[in-house]
């Protein structure tokens, strides 16, 4: 057996051992992903392996909280993908518009830009009234962030651009108050949304979705966990409930291809079809 075996076993062990000690499960990330993560904390931390790296999260919760940080992904921007926005403007709100009251999901929605994203275009389309948005990630520290609403200045330009590029038709700046380093959302943008704690590999389902957002999070999951989340979104979405994933993420390889037709195919927009 070479150390490569070894090493793979070592990591084997640390997720079951997380999953046993903490409750949340890594087993079926992809392993590539995974591993370049943990090789990083590894260094970040000098531990001699990962079996002294499995040691040492059993006994010491605040190194598990930082290890949490690393393996849980959390790249996201405001209206990142434009084209999606504009897709979403166009093909999917004259659908939404049919129904009394919306119920959206966010999963996996990291430090919340993008789940601000959907309350701005909501409230420009008139709909942000009548919708309940929930906003779910297992991570607590970034739910923490989400739910706080505020993002570093430097980050705003591109926001700006994005909002723009995305078809927005206001000003970027009504949504935010500034501050010296720092913007935080406006309060009116808060006060339909519920920020918690939800992990996709192990929980159950949320009822009657009428859209589920869950974009560059499953590119991280192995086949098997993709499948158990896509039945999770399908068991949770109500008839003509809409699915939306990420630019490099597709149901057409998974085992819920016919439950689902293409709203706009480039841009990962699904339609909840009755078969």
């Not at 001699?48 to 992904?73: C, P, T």
């Not at 659908?95 to 999963?107: D, R, T």
């Not at 906003?135 to 505020?150: F, H, P, S």
Request: aromatic share 12%; glycine share 4%.
């Amino acid at each position: 057996m070479d150390d490569i075996d070894i090493q793979n076993i070592e990591i084997q062990l640390l997720l079951q051992a997380i999953y046993l000690k903490y409750g949340y499960d890594f087993r079926n990330y992809a392993k590539a992903s995974l591993k370049r993560r943990i090789e990083h904390r590894l260094l970040k931390d000098k531990l001699s392996s990962i079996s002294a790296m499995q040691h040492r999260l059993l006994y010491d919760e605040d190194f598990f909280s930082n290890l949490l940080l690393d393996l849980s992904i959390n790249v996201t921007e405001m209206f990142r993908d434009p084209d999606f926005y504009q897709a979403i403007r166009k093909n999917v709100i004259p659908h939404l518009q049919k129904f009394p009251f919306l119920k959206i999901w966010h999963a996996g929605c990291s430090t919340g830009e993008e789940v601000y994203s959907m309350a701005i275009l909501l409230k420009e389309e008139g709909l942000y009234e009548r919708t309940q948005i929930y906003a779910t990630d297992m991570n607590e520290v970034v739910l923490r962030q989400a739910k706080q609403g505020i993002f570093s200045m430097s980050r705003l330009k591109q926001y700006t651009a994005n909002y723009q590029k995305a078809g927005g038709t206001e000003s970027f700046s009504d949504y935010y108050a500034a501050h010296y380093d720092h913007v935080v959302m406006d309060k009116s943008l808060k006060e339909n949304i519920l920020f918690s704690d939800h992990n996709l590999a192990t929980d159950g389902v949320f009822g009657e979705m009428n859209l589920i957002m869950c974009r560059n999070v499953m590119i991280y999951f192995d086949r098997d966990l993709q499948n158990r989340v896509f039945r999770l979104f399908h068991e949770s979405l109500c008839a003509g409930g809409v699915l939306c994933l990420g630019s490099k993420e597709t149901i057409r390889l998974s085992a819920y291809t016919n439950a689902f037709d293409d709203i706009v195919k480039e841009e990962k927009i699904y339609l909840k079809n009755n078969l």
